[in-house]
Each structure stands twice: as structure tokens, then as C-alpha cells.
């Protein structure tokens, strides 16, 4: 790997951290820089994935604060990441490369597009709270699980999903819910990741200048969260999710 390949990488997750923390869409950032070094989808997005676990390290790291008071909740919500972690990640593994291929633009378009449609992260914690009656509602968890599959086997979005989950089954605000979001969606990275080491190629050349990158941007995220407006930027970043959904597909299908 040449030293501007190593440094579009290192670049390319520090964007990746902080476009996670920001509209939970970091494969939008890291997954098309591992392309543009040569590395066949399948490949990229099992190096992605393992790469965007410090991510997590770093995000988690930096939200002690929101995670106060939240340690009843954080167990089960991260057992079923973990499940849906490793389910999301052997589907992966028995996915043909080719299905894959044609597959990728339509997850990341459909992702772009949770985003634009969301709604704002203070209405969904509002209307979280008015509904909201003592403790957790039962589906939370079932919700956690399911989102965890699609996050092991690709996991743009995945983020966006999860955020409005908690916020509508918690009636938490913004910060401690993407805190929450941070835990689980990294607990399954975390196991999808390690599955990947043991099972399929990662390129570790590239792994590893994307995993600074990705430890650096997480850390910044969650600050990032607590100050900056976020409408304009989530639909920047949905925007361009839009636009790479249309390049890879003319490469997919072209």
C-alpha cells in the first residue's frame, strides 16, 4: 500500500467517526476509501467492518457522561447486539460476492434515505416520553436484535436506525440515546469483527490506517453531537450517500 493510499484511509476514518456519530451512516465515508484502494466489496466491507469497531472505542470512551445512570438498560440492549451481531455477520459470510456487489448500492441508497426522512431527534424523544410508561417497553430489545443483523452484515444506517429506536422506546434526549446507540451498535461490530478474523480475508494494510482514523473521529463524535446544529449536516450526509448509491450501482449493474 503506497503512503497516499495509507493516508486517504487514515483520512477516510476520521470522516468515518465523525459521520457516525453525527447521522450514523460512517460507511458512507470508510467503505467507498477501502474501494478506491482496490479491494474487491466483499473484502472492504469485511475490513470495514473491523476497522470501524475503534469507532466505537473512541465514541464510547468519550460518552461516559451520557452513559451515567444508564447501566440496567445497557445489558440486555447489548446481549441482543451481540446476537444480531454474529447473525448479521454469517449471513455476510454465506452471501455470493457477486449478489453482494448488487446489493451494496441499494443498502447504502436506502440508508441515505432513512436519514432524509427521519424525524428530528427532539421529536422522537419527545413523543418517546409521552408514551412512555416506567420501564423499557418490551419491543426495544427485539428492535435492538434486528437492527444488529443488518449492522453485522453491512451496517450503513445502522446507526439511524438504533438512535430513533432508543429514542421513542427510552424518551431519553439525544446525547445519552446516541451514547446507548454507541454501546450496542460497537458490541456488534465488536462480535461481527471478530468473526470476520477468524473466518473471512481482512485486509490488514488497510485495516489498520482506517482504525486510527475511525479511533480519532469516534473520540471527536460525541462533542461534535453535543455542539454542533446537526439538520444541514445529516442532510449533506444523506445527500452524498444518495450520490455514492448511484456511482456504485452504474458499476454494479452498468
Not at 87 to 109: D, K, M, Q, S, Y
Not at 165 to 175: I, N, Q
Not at 208 to 213: I, N, Q, T, V
Amino acid at each position: 500500500m503506497s503512503v497516499l493510499e495509507w493516508s486517504l484511509l487514515v483520512v477516510a476514518g476520521l470522516g468515518a467517526g465523525l459521520t457516525g456519530s453525527i447521522a450514523g451512516l460512517a460507511s458512507l465515508v470508510s467503505y467507498p476509501a477501502l474501494l478506491a484502494t482496490g479491494l474487491p466489496p466483499v473484502t472492504a466491507n469485511v475490513t470495514n467492518t473491523v476497522a470501524l469497531v475503534l469507532t466505537s472505542v473512541g465514541s464510547v470512551s468519550a460518552s461516559r457522561p451520557e452513559l451515567t445512570g444508564q447501566g440496567r438498560r445497557l445489558l440486555p440492549m447489548v446481549a441482543a447486539g451481540v446476537l444480531g451481531g454474529s447473525a448479521g455477520a454469517g449471513l455476510l459470510l454465506i452471501t455470493p460476492a457477486e449478489a453482494f456487489e448488487r446489493l451494496v448500492p441499494v443498502l447504502i441508497g436506502g440508508a441515505a434515505l432513512a436519514i432524509l426522512l427521519q424525524r428530528p431527534p427532539r421529536e422522537l424523544a419527545a413523543e418517546g416520553r409521552r408514551t412512555r410508561r416506567g420501564r423499557d417497553p418490551w419491543w426495544l430489545v427485539a428492535g435492538t436484535a434486528l437492527v444488529a443483523v443488518y449492522g453485522g452484515y453491512f451496517g450503513a444506517a445502522a446507526g439511524v436506525l438504533l438512535l430513533a429506536l432508543f429514542l421513542l422506546g427510552t424518551g431519553e434526549g439525544l446525547p445519552r440515546s446516541n451514547a446507548l446507540k454507541n454501546v450496542v451498535l460497537g458490541a456488534a461490530n465488536a462480535v461481527a469483527a471478530v468473526g470476520f478474523v477468524v473466518l473471512a480475508p481482512v485486509a490488514w494494510s488497510a485495516a489498520l490506517p482506517l482504525a486510527l482514523g475511525c479511533l480519532a473521529g469516534g473520540r471527536l463524535g460525541p462533542r461534535v453531537v453535543r455542539r454542533v446544529p446537526q439538520v444541514l449536516l445529516r442532510r449533506l450526509i444523506a445527500l452524498a450517500g444518495l450520490a455514492l448509491a448511484v456511482v456504485l450501482a452504474v458499476d454494479a449493474y452498468g
